[in-house]
């Protein structure tokens, strides 16, 4: 954005930067599916799955609610909630080839989501102790409010292994609803070019099938063990290409119309960060049964207290 508003883009670059925001895009959201398995997802149980889905759906229509209230425009409002509710910037931009939002929402949507979740990173260990929430229902409610993947893993383990574990695990599992959220968007969005027509005709409207890839990514991966070496080589190719994406989105965007959009956005963005209270998290983490729980988090948990008491002696850095 720096580069786009200090120096004028040559006429030349066009259209690779339109080629970064369109195709390499998709494929880096297609290749995002290598990074999460069925099997990771089905190890949360019953009543940790809930808890994501639940939070997941509740976030989304909050931030609708309180875009309409607030006056903010659709496609921004989408974009935020997307973001938030999903899996940060990555879900911004994948939604925007559905919203087809200005370059400019793209842009204060990844920073709404990127500084709130920073926020968030840094204020929910603080919060652990005086809510009274277990390492599983700290992991839990971690992974299923805060925004980035990063920013969960950094979070979640300040709590411990146990807590970082299922912070990670439930994370993925809101990666994974990325997919339905695109379809579900799309046609949301068919539905509403149809209603602004007034014809009886159904209108062109973008259907991303894109994240048919992904969910088959997903697939590939829980069917066949890819070896370490490789998997982080397309983990490391897949950071590159939604990286080229971003960057490209920089390259159109004009800080003059992003700073027009008022502060109406920012409070919205603001906003997000109260839609997914904690308290919902332990009740619907102590409904799995133990026998849900991942078998390997078990046996960490079950050494953990195995461990002898002179272990406590030590002191615990964070």
Known sequence: MVIRNALPVPAALEPGIGFSVRRILRIGIVLLGLQVTAGQILSLGAGGLAMVAVTLVTTFLAIRLAGRALGVEKSLTDLIAAGTSICGASAVIA????????????????????????????????LAAPLALDPRAYGLWAGGTIHEVAQVVAAS??????????????????????????????????????????????????????????????????????????????????NMLLAMALAAMGLQTDIGKLRAEGWRPLALGASAGCSSPPSATPCCASSASDAQEPLTLRRKTERAAARPQKSLARPIHV
């Open 157 to 238: 383990f300040q709590s411990g292994e146990i807590a970082g574990h299922y912070g990670t695990i439930s994370k993925l599992a809101r990666v994974v609803m990325l997919a339905p959220l695109i379809m579900a968007l799309a046609v949301s969005m068919r539905e509403r070019n149809e209603d602004a027509a007034g014809t009886g005709r159904r209108p062109s409207a973008p259907m991303p099938w894109f994240v048919l890839g992904f969910v088959a990514m997903m697939a590939v991966n829980s069917a066949v063990t890819i070896p370490p070496a490789i998997a982080g080589d397309m983990q490391t190719i897949t």
């Open 95 to 126: 939604a925007n080839t559905v919203v087809r939002g200005r370059q400019e929402h793209v842009a204060y949507a990844v920073a709404c989501v990127t500084i709130f979740g920073s926020i968030s990173m840094l204020a929910y260990p603080l």
